[in-house]
């Protein structure tokens, strides 16, 4: 099975590592192949990776492909850690010194204490795979950078290989996690991330996570200061896309996401905004179902359980869509009528119960019941003459057969 790890190591990508391997092991696959072709990434989250791949017992094969691909920083990292290491001719790895993010741009981190930390965690997994230890010091130290054939002269990598195909050939036979790898013949598939994951990925890019927090500041302030067009309610849902992508609690999130779209469902039941706020909620419950349920975890929930779960979370969102269509239908057929006011005076009704001129009552007209005052006692049942409207009261007098 081949699992790709394209462009920053993010929050995604260690959930996207892990239900890969945990398919992997479901499938009984010979091996999990990791290609890499990424820039770098969050430190926690390549501490996260390496700690998946350690507790696997299937085999983990690094691979940096395609051919041009790098996997600099967290990439090289990462390749370190796994069973078997390889590269695509033409590929390139290093330049691991950690940098923090600053508003002048990225700026390279000199402290000891975490330059020590990186190297010891680098070189600990070049010598738990039998690896040039000195080299994946001076990735991190000397931002080293060595292409695949300089690689694998440094014993940094064990194979070099153009293809995927290529790659299971030169891989066959080799012993480990206890396993003689038989792949030479094997075919392989490509794992594809749940829609959770996929979600994960696009909200963790910093570029988007960081628009959709400036746009949601901007928005909740226009909104609070000038009300009435929803941009308020807008700017609350992107910061809580963006608070996601940061790194944020996804259940937390998600738990929120779907409360703030049952309160804006209700609030477009009483205020009737032409259904936009209504929308807005509905896709609230929406995202944060996705974001709730665990679909790509083959290993804790079975294929059966887990479309229970997705249709128990979005059927509802689905429901209540079509009652919200259904309402605001209504509502606005209710504002295009036409006005009655004038057009009813003259018309005969009949009433329902005892008019008292101290008092009201109603009044059958069309089908319909309409409260109903008058200047003299009319009997249930009786035929009245509509003289008048004050509001949505109907004035009346009872109605003589000439």
Known sequence: MVVELTDTITPASDDIVYEALEKARTENAEAL???LNTPGGGLEETKKILDHIDASPVPVIGYVYPKGATAWSAGTLILLGTDIAAMAPNTIIGSAQPVEVTAEGMKPIQEEKIVNAVVALAQEKAKQHGRNVSAAGEFITKNLNL???QAKDANV????SPGIEELLVKVDGMKVKDKELRTKNAGFTYYTPSLRSNLMNL????????????????????GLTSPGYGAEIFGVISISLA???LGFSVNIAALFLIG???ALILFELHVSAF???????IACIILGSVLLVPLGYPGLYSPEYQTTMLISLIAPAIVLGVFLAFAIYKMMEIRLKKPMIGDIVGDIAETIDAITP??????????EYWQARSDEKIEPKTKVIITGKDGPLLIVKPWKEL
């Open 33 to 35: 192949i990791i290609t």
């Open 147 to 149: 292409d695949a054939e």
């Open 157 to 160: 990598i064990e194979v070099v």
């Open 203 to 222: 909200l963790s890019n910093p570029i988007l996570a960081s628009l959709l927090l400036l746009v949601g500041i901007y928005s909740l302030v226009f």
């Open 243 to 245: 608070l996601v992508g």
């Open 260 to 262: 703030l779209g049952m």
């Open 275 to 281: 259904g936009l706020i209504g929308v807005a909620g």
């Open 358 to 367: 101290d008092g009201t009552g109603y009044v059958r007209y069309q089908g």
